[in-house]
């Protein structure tokens, strides 16, 4: 139900970057990022710290969609490296010892995005505390 209520709201998005890979073959991926609940997340501004290629799309309070654009499985797990390192230097997080975890599925001929977030969902559910960042290849 969460994935087909998301899906349906950014669509025409997801649509876009469906066409791009079919008929450009651009690549893109979908992380999930949950953050953890000592991250106070209405402060964070994840504009400036995202390419401007990327998208965020909010899913929940904690949980952020981040399309990357132009990536395969292992330059997405970088770019949430990335992510986590920025955030632990612009918003001074260092006492803390986990700050999110995600998971991150890349496009494939066979893989539509809705299934993408279907998949991230699943991921996410089974990330435990010790994960940081789980990818398609651990599912």
Do not use: G, W
Request: aromatic share 16%; proline share 1%.
């Amino acid at each position: 139900m969460v994935v087909k209520k998301f899906y349906e709201k950014y669509a025409e998005l997801f649509k876009y970057y469906d066409y791009s890979f079919e008929r450009y073959k651009i690549p893109f991926s979908v992380a999930l990022v949950k953050f953890d609940d000592n991250v106070a997340i209405d402060i964070i501004s994840f504009e400036a710290l995202k390419r401007h290629s990327d998208k965020c799309l909010k899913l929940n309070e904690k949980s952020y969609f981040f399309i990357f654009l132009a990536t395969d499985i292992k330059k997405s797990y970088q770019a949430l490296l990335n992510l986590e390192k920025k955030l632990i230097r612009k918003y001074n997080l260092y006492q803390l010892e986990h700050i999110f975890c995600s998971a991150v599925v890349s496009k494939k001929y066979d893989r539509s995005a809705r299934e993408m977030i279907r998949i991230c969902i699943e991921l996410i559910n089974e990330c435990t505390v010790q994960q940081n960042i789980i990818t398609e290849d651990d599912f």
